[in-house]
Protein backbone atom coordinates (compact mmCIF):
# COMPACT_ATOMS: atom_id res chain seq x y z
CA UNK A 1 0.00 0.00 0.00
CA UNK A 2 1.02 3.61 -0.61
CA UNK A 3 2.08 6.28 1.94
CA UNK A 4 0.30 9.31 3.03
CA UNK A 5 3.30 10.92 1.96
CA UNK A 6 3.47 9.03 -1.65
CA UNK A 7 0.11 10.00 -2.59
CA UNK A 8 0.95 13.55 -1.43
CA UNK A 9 4.05 13.00 -3.75
CA UNK A 10 1.71 11.53 -6.62
CA UNK A 11 -1.30 13.93 -6.37
CA UNK A 12 1.60 17.33 -6.39
CA UNK A 13 3.16 15.99 -9.43
CA UNK A 14 -0.29 15.31 -11.29
CA UNK A 15 -1.44 18.48 -10.41
CA UNK A 16 1.67 20.49 -11.31
CA UNK A 17 0.79 18.76 -14.68
CA UNK A 18 -2.55 20.21 -14.68
CA UNK A 19 -0.78 23.90 -13.93
CA UNK A 20 -3.16 23.94 -10.78
CA UNK A 21 -1.76 26.58 -8.23
CA UNK A 22 0.32 25.44 -5.29
CA UNK A 23 0.09 21.96 -6.12
CA UNK A 24 1.77 20.52 -2.77
CA UNK A 25 -0.55 22.50 -0.75
CA UNK A 26 -3.68 21.94 -2.75
CA UNK A 27 -3.14 17.75 -2.61
CA UNK A 28 -2.36 18.01 1.36
CA UNK A 29 -5.01 20.19 2.07
CA UNK A 30 -7.30 17.62 -0.26
CA UNK A 31 -5.53 14.22 1.23
CA UNK A 32 -6.28 16.37 5.16
CA UNK A 33 -9.40 16.97 4.46
CA UNK A 34 -10.74 13.25 3.64
CA UNK A 35 -8.24 11.54 6.04
CA UNK A 36 -9.97 14.44 8.87
CA UNK A 37 -6.66 15.57 9.56
CA UNK A 38 -5.26 19.25 9.40
CA UNK A 39 -2.17 19.88 7.82
CA UNK A 40 0.55 19.83 11.08
CA UNK A 41 -1.18 16.09 11.78
CA UNK A 42 -0.95 14.99 7.92
CA UNK A 43 3.14 15.97 8.56
CA UNK A 44 3.09 13.59 11.38
CA UNK A 45 1.46 10.52 9.45
CA UNK A 46 3.31 10.86 6.05
CA UNK A 47 4.08 6.61 6.85
CA UNK A 48 0.73 5.54 7.12
CA UNK A 49 -0.60 3.34 4.97
CA UNK A 50 -3.24 4.61 2.77
CA UNK A 51 -6.11 1.54 2.13
CA UNK A 52 -8.12 1.52 -0.76
CA UNK A 53 -11.31 2.77 0.93
CA UNK A 54 -9.51 6.30 1.60
CA UNK A 55 -8.61 6.12 -1.89
CA UNK A 56 -11.55 5.76 -3.00
CA UNK A 57 -12.66 8.79 -1.19
CA UNK A 58 -10.13 10.75 -2.34
CA UNK A 59 -9.72 9.65 -6.10
CA UNK A 60 -12.80 11.71 -7.10
CA UNK A 61 -11.61 15.40 -5.43
CA UNK A 62 -8.43 15.11 -6.97
CA UNK A 63 -9.89 14.87 -10.40
CA UNK A 64 -12.33 17.44 -9.63
CA UNK A 65 -9.66 19.79 -8.92
CA UNK A 66 -7.61 18.62 -11.68
CA UNK A 67 -10.24 19.37 -13.43
CA UNK A 68 -9.92 23.12 -12.54
CA UNK A 69 -12.96 23.30 -9.70
CA UNK A 70 -12.31 25.07 -7.12
CA UNK A 71 -10.85 23.78 -3.90
CA UNK A 72 -13.92 25.51 -2.01
CA UNK A 73 -16.21 23.62 -4.23
CA UNK A 74 -14.01 20.67 -4.32
CA UNK A 75 -13.93 20.19 -0.39
CA UNK A 76 -17.36 21.88 0.09
CA UNK A 77 -16.71 24.34 3.13
CA UNK A 78 -14.48 27.68 3.47
CA UNK A 79 -13.10 29.74 6.23
CA UNK A 80 -14.34 33.52 6.26
CA UNK A 81 -13.65 36.23 9.07
CA UNK A 82 -13.45 33.15 11.72
CA UNK A 83 -16.69 31.43 10.25
CA UNK A 84 -16.63 28.09 8.68
CA UNK A 85 -19.15 27.88 5.70
CA UNK A 86 -20.65 25.84 3.50
CA UNK A 87 -19.57 26.24 -0.05
CA UNK A 88 -20.81 24.89 -3.41
CA UNK A 89 -21.49 26.52 -6.90
CA UNK A 90 -24.70 27.84 -5.65
CA UNK A 91 -22.76 31.34 -4.44
CA UNK A 92 -19.88 33.40 -4.99
CA UNK A 93 -16.66 31.80 -3.09
CA UNK A 94 -15.59 34.68 -0.82
CA UNK A 95 -12.25 36.44 -0.89
CA UNK A 96 -9.95 37.99 1.70
CA UNK A 97 -10.65 41.42 -0.06
CA UNK A 98 -14.59 40.72 0.70
CA UNK A 99 -13.31 39.92 4.78
CA UNK A 100 -11.49 43.51 4.47
CA UNK A 101 -14.82 45.03 3.34
CA UNK A 102 -16.25 43.71 6.39
CA UNK A 103 -13.42 45.03 8.67
CA UNK A 104 -13.72 48.29 6.48
CA UNK A 105 -17.14 48.99 7.04
CA UNK A 106 -18.03 48.32 10.57
CA UNK A 107 -14.37 50.03 11.23
CA UNK A 108 -16.44 53.32 9.65
CA UNK A 109 -19.33 53.18 11.67
CA UNK A 110 -19.51 56.05 14.28
CA UNK A 111 -21.33 53.41 16.44
CA UNK A 112 -22.23 49.77 16.14
CA UNK A 113 -25.01 50.00 13.60
CA UNK A 114 -28.24 48.20 15.07
CA UNK A 115 -29.39 47.54 11.46
CA UNK A 116 -28.02 46.06 8.88
CA UNK A 117 -28.13 45.20 5.42
CA UNK A 118 -26.15 43.05 3.20
CA UNK A 119 -26.83 43.24 -0.21
CA UNK A 120 -26.43 40.27 -2.86
CA UNK A 121 -25.79 38.13 0.05
CA UNK A 122 -24.52 34.73 -1.57
CA UNK A 123 -23.51 32.48 0.73
CA UNK A 124 -24.07 34.90 3.64
CA UNK A 125 -20.33 35.52 4.48
CA UNK A 126 -21.04 39.04 5.13
CA UNK A 127 -23.88 38.89 6.90
CA UNK A 128 -23.24 36.32 9.27
CA UNK A 129 -19.54 38.37 10.20
CA UNK A 130 -21.33 41.14 10.73
CA UNK A 131 -23.39 39.45 13.08
CA UNK A 132 -20.61 37.62 14.80
CA UNK A 133 -19.43 40.79 14.93
CA UNK A 134 -22.03 43.02 16.21
CA UNK A 135 -24.26 40.91 18.59
CA UNK A 136 -26.77 43.79 19.21
CA UNK A 137 -27.17 44.06 15.38
CA UNK A 138 -30.22 42.78 13.84
CA UNK A 139 -29.27 42.15 10.00
CA UNK A 140 -31.23 41.25 7.01
CA UNK A 141 -29.78 39.45 3.91
CA UNK A 142 -30.87 39.99 0.60
CA UNK A 143 -30.25 37.93 -2.93
CA UNK A 144 -32.10 37.65 -6.01
CA UNK A 145 -31.06 33.74 -6.40
CA UNK A 146 -33.06 31.07 -4.57
CA UNK A 147 -29.67 28.75 -4.45
CA UNK A 148 -28.14 31.52 -2.60
CA UNK A 149 -30.65 32.15 -0.21
CA UNK A 150 -30.79 28.36 0.68
CA UNK A 151 -26.82 27.70 0.86
CA UNK A 152 -26.82 31.10 3.39
CA UNK A 153 -29.64 29.64 5.60
CA UNK A 154 -27.77 26.32 6.12
CA UNK A 155 -24.78 28.44 7.03
CA UNK A 156 -26.92 30.42 9.18
CA UNK A 157 -27.73 27.40 10.82
CA UNK A 158 -24.29 25.87 10.90
CA UNK A 159 -22.72 28.86 12.54
CA UNK A 160 -25.68 29.61 15.29
CA UNK A 161 -26.15 32.36 13.73
CA UNK A 162 -29.72 31.94 12.30
CA UNK A 163 -31.36 33.48 14.95
CA UNK A 164 -29.87 36.63 14.24
CA UNK A 165 -30.09 37.59 10.37
CA UNK A 166 -33.47 37.34 8.38
CA UNK A 167 -33.03 36.44 4.76
CA UNK A 168 -35.45 37.72 1.63
CA UNK A 169 -35.36 37.57 -2.15
CA UNK A 170 -35.02 40.93 -3.18
CA UNK A 171 -33.38 42.55 -6.82
CA UNK A 172 -31.19 45.00 -4.85
CA UNK A 173 -33.84 47.25 -2.51
CA UNK A 174 -36.84 46.31 -4.60
CA UNK A 175 -38.75 43.91 -2.26
CA UNK A 176 -37.62 45.88 0.86
CA UNK A 177 -40.70 46.35 3.33
CA UNK A 178 -41.39 50.53 3.44
CA UNK A 179 -39.41 52.34 6.12
CA UNK A 180 -36.98 49.44 6.13
CA UNK A 181 -34.06 51.97 7.30
CA UNK A 182 -30.20 50.76 7.90
CA UNK A 183 -27.00 52.32 9.95
CA UNK A 184 -24.92 50.34 7.50
CA UNK A 185 -25.58 48.64 3.84
CA UNK A 186 -22.78 46.52 2.56
CA UNK A 187 -22.45 45.07 -0.15
CA UNK A 188 -20.60 42.96 -2.60
CA UNK A 189 -22.14 43.12 -6.11
CA UNK A 190 -20.92 42.10 -9.61
CA UNK A 191 -18.83 44.41 -11.03
CA UNK A 192 -16.75 43.03 -13.91
CA UNK A 193 -17.34 43.35 -17.44
CA UNK A 194 -17.95 40.30 -19.87
CA UNK A 195 -14.63 40.91 -20.98
CA UNK A 196 -13.05 40.57 -17.14
CA UNK A 197 -14.67 37.71 -16.69
CA UNK A 198 -14.12 35.95 -19.72
CA UNK A 199 -9.85 36.68 -19.02
CA UNK A 200 -10.42 34.91 -15.29
CA UNK A 201 -8.82 32.13 -14.56
CA UNK A 202 -10.52 28.64 -15.20
CA UNK A 203 -11.66 28.35 -11.69
CA UNK A 204 -13.67 31.38 -12.25
CA UNK A 205 -15.64 31.45 -15.07
CA UNK A 206 -16.53 28.00 -15.40
CA UNK A 207 -17.44 27.36 -12.00
CA UNK A 208 -18.70 30.28 -10.27
CA UNK A 209 -21.66 31.81 -10.60
CA UNK A 210 -21.95 34.13 -13.83
CA UNK A 211 -24.66 36.49 -12.13
CA UNK A 212 -22.44 36.96 -9.18
CA UNK A 213 -19.86 37.89 -11.30
CA UNK A 214 -20.24 40.02 -14.70
CA UNK A 215 -22.86 43.29 -14.39
CA UNK A 216 -23.63 45.24 -17.84
CA UNK A 217 -22.55 48.47 -18.86
CA UNK A 218 -19.10 47.51 -18.44
CA UNK A 219 -19.38 46.03 -14.70
CA UNK A 220 -21.14 49.57 -13.52
CA UNK A 221 -24.96 48.55 -14.12
CA UNK A 222 -25.54 47.16 -10.54
CA UNK A 223 -23.41 49.28 -8.31
CA UNK A 224 -25.05 52.51 -10.14
CA UNK A 225 -28.20 51.21 -8.87
CA UNK A 226 -27.39 50.12 -5.03
CA UNK A 227 -25.65 53.79 -5.29
CA UNK A 228 -28.77 55.45 -6.96
CA UNK A 229 -30.99 53.84 -5.05
CA UNK A 230 -29.41 53.62 -1.71
CA UNK A 231 -30.07 56.78 0.23
CA UNK A 232 -33.98 56.25 1.46
CA UNK A 233 -32.79 53.14 2.80
CA UNK A 234 -29.47 55.07 5.37
CA UNK A 235 -30.11 56.31 8.53
CA UNK A 236 -28.98 59.57 9.39
CA UNK A 237 -25.52 59.05 10.57
CA UNK A 238 -25.43 55.67 8.69
CA UNK A 239 -23.34 54.66 5.20
CA UNK A 240 -23.17 52.39 2.68
CA UNK A 241 -19.96 49.64 1.94
CA UNK A 242 -19.39 48.48 -1.55
CA UNK A 243 -16.49 46.36 -2.50
CA UNK A 244 -15.69 47.32 -6.64
CA UNK A 245 -13.76 47.38 -8.88
CA UNK A 246 -10.13 48.90 -8.79
CA UNK A 247 -11.08 51.31 -12.17
CA UNK A 248 -14.37 51.98 -11.02
CA UNK A 249 -14.19 54.58 -8.45
CA UNK A 250 -14.12 57.89 -9.81
CA UNK A 251 -17.53 57.76 -11.00
CA UNK A 252 -19.07 55.80 -8.21
CA UNK A 253 -17.89 58.36 -5.59
CA UNK A 254 -19.57 61.32 -7.82
CA UNK A 255 -22.55 59.15 -8.17
CA UNK A 256 -22.87 59.06 -4.48
CA UNK A 257 -22.40 62.86 -4.02
CA UNK A 258 -24.76 63.32 -6.80
CA UNK A 259 -27.70 61.06 -5.35
CA UNK A 260 -27.08 62.54 -2.03
CA UNK A 261 -24.66 61.52 0.47
CA UNK A 262 -22.62 63.74 2.31
CA UNK A 263 -19.15 62.37 2.22
CA UNK A 264 -17.51 59.65 0.40
CA UNK A 265 -13.96 57.98 0.24
CA UNK A 266 -12.27 55.09 -1.36
CA UNK A 267 -10.09 52.69 0.70
CA UNK A 268 -7.77 50.03 -0.46
CA UNK A 269 -7.76 46.47 -0.63
CA UNK A 270 -5.07 44.14 0.58
CA UNK A 271 -2.58 45.12 -2.87
CA UNK A 272 -2.74 48.34 -2.14
CA UNK A 273 -5.49 49.16 -5.14
CA UNK A 274 -8.75 51.42 -4.49
CA UNK A 275 -11.13 48.76 -4.15
CA UNK A 276 -13.72 49.87 -1.57
CA UNK A 277 -16.51 52.84 -1.96
CA UNK A 278 -17.45 54.20 1.02
CA UNK A 279 -20.09 57.05 1.81
CA UNK A 280 -21.75 58.77 4.43
CA UNK A 281 -25.66 60.17 4.86
CA UNK A 282 -25.08 63.40 7.13
Same mark, same amino acid.
Given at each position: ???? &?????????? $????????????????????????????????????????????????????????????????? $????????????????????? &????????????????????????????????????????? =???????????????????????????????????????????? =?????????????????????????????????????????????????????????????????????????????????????????????????
Amino acid at each position: MLTV &LEIIKKTTDF $FAGKSIESPRLQAELIIGHVLGLKRMQLYLQFERPLAEPELEKIRPLVRRRSQREPLQYVLGETE $FHGLHLKMDRRALIPRPETEL &LVVSALAACVAPPARVLDLGTGSGAIALAIAKEVPGAAVTA =VDLSDEALALARENAVSTGLGERVAFLKSSWFASLPAGACFELI =VANPPYLSADETAATAPEVRAYEPAQALTSADGGYADLRIIIAGALPFVAPGGLIALETGIAQHAELLALALSSGFDRTESRQDLTGRDRFVLAWRA
